[in-house]
């Protein structure tokens, strides 16, 4: 398994604005997932784009992969303050043995 | 039912103290992991649980002792914890290790404070 790296660090929108968040990884993938993360709570699983596909929607989730520049975008439309969590980004590999290691994160706050 | 839940929630303990952190899911996964996260960190791998085998220990110290009773249920025990094994300690379950494909699903966290 591998880490993602997650970039920006932190992000900071206003309610009903767009936030894009980046995900760079090293080696060949079988799948790449998005998390989010709460403050202080478990995290969710939002959408897993697997290693042949571009891109994928989830309701105003969109999430895209470039094999090719080993690094993935999710895209969060119309942004609401309950969506102000940690997101991570977890690369996994074709020899997957259930780890996930995560990044950093990106913090994304959604003012009112 | 597509929760995970834990047990407690909140715990504070001493250092000589023995206690255990209990996690349940009831959708049929046979892979649970436990995962330990700092203030202001990631999530990072303890151990993983596959088939009721442990799998994958991350060279945890052995003051941390998990246990897998059945395929619902798993627990981790604590005993002699140093201050610095404060956090949060996050339960995951998914259908199976090492298939691809397969997300995770998290319980909520148990806040550990060791003084």
């Known amino acids: 398994s591998q880490q993602g790296e997650e970039d920006p660090q932190a992000l900071s929108i206003q309610e009903g604005e767009n936030a894009t968040m980046n995900c760079s990884y090293k080696?060949?993938?079988?799948?790449l997932q998005w998390y989010r993360q709460n403050s202080g709570r478990g995290l969710v699983h939002l959408i897993l784009?697997?290693?042949?596909?571009r891109e994928k929607h989830s309701g105003r989730l969109r999430v895209t992969l470039d094999t090719s520049k080993k690094s993935s975008s999710l895209l969060i439309t119309a942004s609401r303050a309950a969506d102000t969590a940690s997101y991570f980004c977890?690369?996994?590999?074709?020899?997957?043995?259930?780890?996930?290691?995560f990044g950093q994160g990106t913090t994304l706050q959604v003012k009112p | 039912d597509t929760e995970v839940t834990q047990t407690p929630k909140h715990l504070v303990m001493g250092m000589t103290n023995k206690k255990s952190l209990k996690c349940e899911q009831h959708?049929?996964?046979?892979?649970m992991y436990w995962y330990k996260q700092k203030a202001k960190k990631p999530p990072e791998l303890m151990f993983v649980?596959?088939?009721?085998?442990?799998?994958i220990n991350e060279s945890v110290p052995s003051r941390f002792s998990p246990e897998c009773p059945n395929s619902s249920l798993l627990n981790l025990h604590l005993h002699a914890l140093q201050p610095e094994d404060s956090a949060l300690y996050l339960c995951?379950?998914?259908?199976?290790?090492?298939?691809?494909?397969?997300?995770?699903?998290f319980g909520p966290g148990t806040r550990l404070t060791v003084l």
């Open positions: 784009i697997r290693s042949n596909e």
């Open positions: 080696t060949s993938i079988n799948n």
């Open positions: 649980y596959s088939y009721e085998k442990l799998s």
């Open positions: 977890a690369p996994v590999g074709s020899s997957n043995t259930g780890k996930l290691i």
């Open positions: 995951a379950s998914s259908h199976a290790a090492g298939v691809a494909y397969n997300e995770q699903f």
């Open positions: 959708m049929g996964h046979r892979a």
